[in-house]
Structures are given as C-alpha cells and as structure tokens.
C-alpha cells in the first residue's frame, strides 16, 4: 500500500466510537480472528470477552482458570476458534474463545517458573511461544500443548515473538538482548543489539525488551521498550528499535515520547505499513503513537487516553482498541470514594480510523 | 584563629577535614558513654550484655505486598505467587525465597500503621520513632543506641552508616543528643578519604602537631557550648580510631565465596562490610539501599531489587547465627513507609502508611513470629495497629532497655526515650 505522507493521517486518524468500561485492570486485549470478538487479560486471573460485532459492545461470561495477571494472549490464525493464554503465576493454556462457556482444549500448569510475560503464535497456526522470568523461553505445539523446545536464557524474558517464516523464535530480555532461535536445530542463531532499552540503576535493572513484532513479510523486528534514565519510579523515553531481519542491523530508532512517557507497552503493525504503538510514563501520561518507518517523525499522535497498554488492530483494518487506565490512577495514602478504598480500571477505547 | 570555620561533621568525611580543624581539643572526651541519662546503672548492666543493632533501611519504601504480606489472587496482590516458608502456615512472596527458608529464624510485623506518607516528613519521623511533639528534635534510633549503649570496647565510634554515594559526619541523626551521636557515613563503604598519615609527616611530627591540635582545642572550648566542642573532639577521635583499624575497608580480606554469598550487588556489598562492622563491635550499623520508591514500573522494580536483598540478609542471618552474635544482635529491615495497594496507571504503587511490615530477628525476638495481619485486600491492618513507637518500644526492650523507666536528660529536661503513648509489643519478645 503506497499512501503518500500528507495522506496517512487524513485516512488514520482515530475516531472514537466506544469506550467500554471495566471493574478492574487489564494487561492486553485482542481482537479475534473473526473481527466478532474483543479479549482482554486481565490483572484479576480472568480472561473478559465483548461481542463487539454490533453498535453497542455486549459482555460475555468471562473465562477464569488462570492465577494472578493474564499477561499473554493470542488467536490461532486459521481456526477462528482457539486462543492461547498465560499467566504471571506460570500457566499456558488453550481454549475455545466462541461459546458463551468457553471449553478448555491444553493446559500447561507449570509452563514456566512464574510470571509468563509474553505468548506468541506462528503464522501456520502450529506453535506456540512463551517466555517468563524463569529465563526461558519455550515452543509448544498448539495443537495439543507438547513442549517442543526449551531455550535457557542467562536474563528475565519478556516479550517473544515467532517469525512469519515459522523458522526462528526470538526472545527478547531485561537487558536489551534480543536472541534468536534456530527452531531445526535448536541452537542460538543471533542476537540484536537492544541494549539501549537497558539501565542499571543503583540496584535496581530497568527497562528492558517489552514487546517484540515482525512485520507483515518478516523483513522487520520491531523491540520496544524504555530508554531508560532513572530507576525507582522509572523515567525514560518510550522506545522503538527496528530491525533488518535479513541483515540484523538496526534500521533506526523511534522515539515516542519524552522523559516522563517511559514505555512502550504494546505494539501493532497496519497493513497500510506504519507502526501502532502505544505508551505509559508517570500518572496521567498516556499516547496513542502511528509512525510509518523511514518518516521523520510521527503522522499522528494522541495523549488523550491516559496510561495506555495494549492496543489491537481489528482484522478488518478499519478499526482499533487501546487500553489505557482510568482517570486519577495515583495517590499517596488513604484514597476513598464513598468511603471506599477503590482500585483502578482500564477503560477500552474503541476507535474507527477517519477513512472508514 | 577563625572562629567561624565550619563545623567538621558538616563535611564530607576526610582525614584532612577531620584532622585539619582548628578546634582540636586536648582530653579526648570519649566515643559515647552513658553520660546525660536520667538512670546510668543501666549502662552497667548492658555492658555484660552486649547487645548490637545491624538496620537495613530501603530508602524509598518497600512494598509489603511484594515482600513479607503477599495477597496473590487479590485485587491488588499483583502479579507474583506467595510461597510457604519454614514455619507452617506463613506465606511470603515468591521474590524472597531463601528468608523463607529461614522464616523460623525472623520475625514479621503485618500490623504497622504509622502516620506519614510522604518521605520528607516520614523517614526521620519513622527513625526517631514519632514521638510527642515537645519542641525538640529527637535523636534517629542509631543515635539513641548509640547514646544509650555507648561505643563498647572496641575504639569504634558507635554508630555507623554504610550507604551508596558519598559519606561523611551525618551529625543531623543526634537531634538533641549532640552533633557526637550523630552518624559516620561510609560513602560507598570506604573509609573516608586520605585517612592515614601522609607519609611525608613523620610519626614524631604528627605527635606534635596533635598535641599543638589539642591545645589550641581547649583554648577554642573556652567558654563557647560543650556539644560543639564535644563533636570536634569527637570526630578527631574517630579519625584516629579509624586511622588503626584500616583492615576493616581491606575488602581483599574477605574471602571471594562471602562476596558470592551476600551477592556481587551494591547492597551485598554494603551488608556484608556492615557485618564486618558488626564484628568490630561497633553498636549500631546501618546499611541502605536507594531506589525503592517505584512509584512506577513497581513489579519489574521489585523482581529486581528484592532478590539482591533476600539474598543478602540470607547470608548475612546465617552468618550471625555462625559467629554466636543473633542472640546479641537486633536485625531489622525496614523503610519510611509500605506501598499503596492500589497499582497505578505507570504500574505503580504509590506510598502507604496505613498497613504494612517490618522484619526483625535476634537480640531475644520470637524467631518465626508473625505479628498483626491485615484485611484480605491488604488494604488495612485487621488486627491491633503498631505504630512506630510499638516498635521502638519492643527493640529498646529487646536491647534490654526498659523505655518506660529509661529517659534522656536534655540539659535538665527529662525525655522518654520512645513514644509513652505505646507499649512493647510482648508476644514478640521470646
């Protein structure tokens, strides 16, 4: 798709058509397969669904099973019919998305020694990719949950993606390195230099390789995280290193925000060949990103939703949703309303781009 | 001479600074002592005692739901697994799981509720342990111990501070005790800078120039205020204290498997020469760690930072119960303040004074007590609150000091040395 620059924005900015309210946070939504469904991992052990197929988003029962935050959520890609979880307490697991009671068709209890932090499908719907702060990453086969493969890293993972040629799994950890697997032999094939979302800060290790991509063709690998400047309440700038997959050079780097905007927290790729990134700094600080590479900058961006930190592309292209979380998130000690000592939420926008 | 020279605790500790102060007086007037208490045959009495405080103090505030009150599969329990520990029944995060192999060696407070929330205020108001306002201010807990135990036998000055960054004579700690028990800083945990004698100066000469120091000192005392006085001696003393105990910084003394044991980190490093201290004999050693306020980014901060300390508060417990001193050494870990359970938008938590925890071990506390607990949110504490005077009332107890008979004498005024209003807390008291 070749849209000349003047015109990316006239046809993508965001228009916003829901926003659909939530009881507690949520770490990642998805839309499924089939455009029907939206699926958000929740930081409450559930798994939430909305029929978003018509005017009005309607909820579905959500799905529970898992422990802790929902943090990896995928569709296969063919069957319009299963989706892959995990969880921060070590679970994977694959069931039926459609029906009103979801039906569980794998589990793996022990998937991982805690926190899965990220869940990765291959474009022929075989494998699946996990990876947690045990420091592995593994490949399972969807179809049943066998493990396949099981990669020893020597950092925390924390994002893993599949490559479109279902040759190469890479895993990107805590310390800015991306490391790629031979999925036929097994071995280490390479790695990319991502140290840059790395910082060692008095104790504390910051940042890290949040959220790893290829686009359409697998041409690029996008890693995404925080350039980080201080730890503690970390600060830094939301970031975005492309990758040439066949060379394994840096192509460039994106930089999303400033100082105080941190993460990067989610990515996706349009058709339409810009990048969708969304990003969360301190309180309040929130943005919607769409750069298309090799522009100097971006052609849209938006901090009207506050704390974003997931963002998913409908199949049909037109249509987006972001996660951000609600409004006066913070605050220092006793913080009532109604006499009540409330949580946060994470409201889901919906938008329809301005070109229909 | 010039009178107005600026006081040698307010610098950067140095020999040069501690030894080049025109104010050097000639009767060294001691590292501590018992003098300025309403009762001083307590002093005797610990004597034969002995008893020794280590402090580890997370500046910023830990989060109690990432360390010692888990609430996995809550609302706000985030997103780690709690785990059992060696007493039954007691779960801690999964982020320390060596302390939960030696959860019968500590003790957990769940039920602290204190009053500040913002650091400013909160961490001094913690560590001079919130008494009632009477227009003074109060001395830091090392400053008490150190006024209320005195320095041993050891020529060490007695209270010590092991910190990141720069050292120096933190004489603010004291409050109304007197800039002498105040803390020494070690930046880094090396001595202060240019410490021994520069070889150019002879012994003989330094001789004399220490006794022309001394001189001039007393003539400076002179009709000015005691504690000012007292302090320039003082840290001079130090200097030289420290001048023939320079093993204690020779880190190639330790043997490499100790380092690998507390951990290659900043804060292994610190614990594991705050032990040395400890074994010097020096009364009260504090060792920090910064960078706990995570108001963003909270749970990747704590998988961070709290391994590096459960591993090294492990090998340190270990270490003390090896060289006999956990029954005559008061452990406790702490910050200004916990963690708001609610997680915020950065995936924050932000400060939470209302519930939150406090581990100690040694010194006569119940091994394996957990004290208090809070509601299943974690949001509050449910069972009696435990300000931190309880606390200061129940470590003086454990030092053998009785804080309710026990006062300070500031020039006349009678003090309590803990908040009268708050009792030890007994069922932690073996």
């Known amino acids: ?147 396949l493969h099981g990669f020893a890293h020597s950092e925390d993972l924390f994002s893993v993606a599949i490559h479109p040629d279902t040759k190469s799994v890479v895993a ?89 905007d941190a993460f990067t ?52 292209g037109r249509r987006l949703a972001v996660s951000g979380t609600s409004r006066g998130s913070n605050g220092n000690g006793r913080v009532l309303k109604n006499g009540q000592y409330v949580g946060n939420t994470s409201p889901i926008h919906l938008f329809q781009f301005a070109g229909g | ?31 501590g002592g018992l003098g300025g208490l309403v009762q001083p045959a307590v002093g005797e009495e610990l004597k034969k005692k002995r008893k020794q405080v280590l402090f580890i103090w997370l500046d910023g505030g830990i989060s109690q739901l990432e360390s010692w009150d888990p609430k996995p599969g809550t609302q706000f329990g985030g997103p780690f697994r709690a785990i059992p520990t060696s007493v039954p029944g007691v779960h801690i995060s999964e982020l320390l799981p060596r302390m939960a192999k030696k959860m019968h060696q500590v003790a957990i407070v769940r039920s602290v509720c204190t009053k500040d929330n913002s650091h400013s205020a909160g961490v001094a108001r913690i560590q001079r342990g919130d008494p009632k306002n009477r227009g003074v201010t109060y001395p830091y807990f090392g ?15 007695p209270y010590v501070w092991v910190k990141p960054g720069s050292g120096g004579f933190i004489h603010q700690d004291a409050g109304f005790l007197g800039a002498k028990y ?36 007393k003539r400076f005392g002179q009709g000015r205020r005691k504690d000012a006085n007292e302090a320039n001696s003082y840290v001079y003393d130090v200097a030289m204290a420290l001048m023939k105990r320079q093993d204690l910084f020779d880190e190639k003394k330790v043997p490499d498997k100790d380092w690998d044991r507390y951990g290659r980190t900043e804060f292994g490093r610190h614990l594991l020469i705050g032990r040395r201290m400890l074994e010097a004999g020096i009364t009260f050693v504090k060792v920090n760690s910064y960078g706990w306020d995570t108001h963003g980014d909270n749970f990747n901060a704590h998988r961070s930072l709290v391994p590096k300390v459960d591993q090294g508060v492990a090998a340190l417990l270990e270490d003390l119960i090896d060289r006999g001193l956990y029954e005559s050494t008061l452990l406790i870990m702490m910050s200004e303040f916990g963690r708001t359970p609610r997680i915020n938008g950065h995936v924050g938590r932000d400060h939470w004074p209302e519930a939150w925890s406090v581990m100690m071990a040694g010194c006569g506390l119940k091994p394996g007590a957990v004290i208090g607990k809070t509601n299943n949110l974690g949001t509050h504490v449910a069972t009696e609150e ?45």
């Open chain 2, 1 to 31: 001479m010039n009178i107005h020279l600026c006081k040698p605790w307010e610098h950067q500790l140095s020999r040069r600074q501690l030894l080049g102060t025109a104010a050097a007086a000639a009767g060294a007037l001691g590292l």
């Open chain 2, 143 to 157: 400053s008490a111990v150190a006024k209320l135990l005195g320095p041993g036998d050891s020529g060490l000055p």
């Open chain 2, 182 to 217: 105040g803390s020494l800083a070690f930046g880094d945990g090396r001595p202060p800078e240019n410490l021994l004698r520069h070889e150019s100066v002879s012994e003989r000469d330094n001789l004399e120039r220490n006794e022309l120091r001394d001189l001039a000192n």
């Open chain 1, 1 to 147: 798709m070749n849209i000349a620059s003047d015109k990316l924005r006239q046809l993508f900015e965001p228009k916003p058509l829901k926003v659909i309210e939530t009881k507690r946070q949520m770490s990642i939504v998805r839309f499924s397969p089939c455009g029907k469904l939206l699926l958000a991992g929740g930081c409450d052990g559930l798994v939430h669904r909305w029929d978003v197929s018509g005017d009005k988003p309607v909820e579905l029962p959500a799905v529970d099973g898992h422990g802790g935050w929902v943090c990896g959520l995928a569709f296969h890609p063919q069957d319009k019919s299963t989706v892959f979880t995990a969880d921060s307490w070590g679970q994977a697991r694959a069931w039926t998305y459609a029906a009103e009671k979801a039906q569980p068709k794998w589990k793996v209890e022990n998937a991982h020694d805690g926190w899965v932090r990220d869940l990765a499908v291959s474009r022929d719907g075989k494998l699946v990719a996990t990876c947690g702060m045990d420091r592995h990453a593994c490949v399972w086969a969807a179809a049943d949950g066998k493990k």
């Open chain 1, 265 to 316: 927290h989610d990515l996706a790729f349009h058709p339409a060949d810009f990048l969708m990134a969304v990003t969360s700094g301190q309180p309040g600080r929130g943005k919607v990103v769409f750069w298309r590479p090799g522009e100097p900058k971006a052609f849209y961006e938006s901090n009207k939703i506050e704390n974003c930190h997931s963002i998913a592309l409908h199949p049909d």
């Open chain 2, 386 to 430: 435990h300000d931190i005077g309880h606390l200061f009332h129940t470590w003086f107890k454990a030092l053998g000091i009785d804080a309710h008979s026990t006062q300070y004498d500031n020039n006349s005024q009678p003090l309590p040395i803990a908040h009268e209003g708050c009792h030890a807390i007994e069922e932690l008291l073996a």
């Open chain 1, 172 to 260: 990107g950890d805590l310390k800015g390195n991306v490391l790629q697997w031979d999925l036929a032999s097994g071995k280490q094939a390479r790695t990319f230099d991502a140290k840059v979302l790395y910082k060692l800060d008095r104790l504390q290790d910051c940042g890290g390789v949040w959220r790893l991509l290829f686009d359409e063709k697998g041409a690029t690998l996008a890693a995404a995280g925080c350039k980080p400047s201080s730890g503690a309440t970390v600060q830094g700038i939301p970031t975005v290193l492309l990758f040439d997959w066949a060379s394994g050079n840096q192509k460039t780097s994106l930089a999303l925000g400033e100082n105080i």
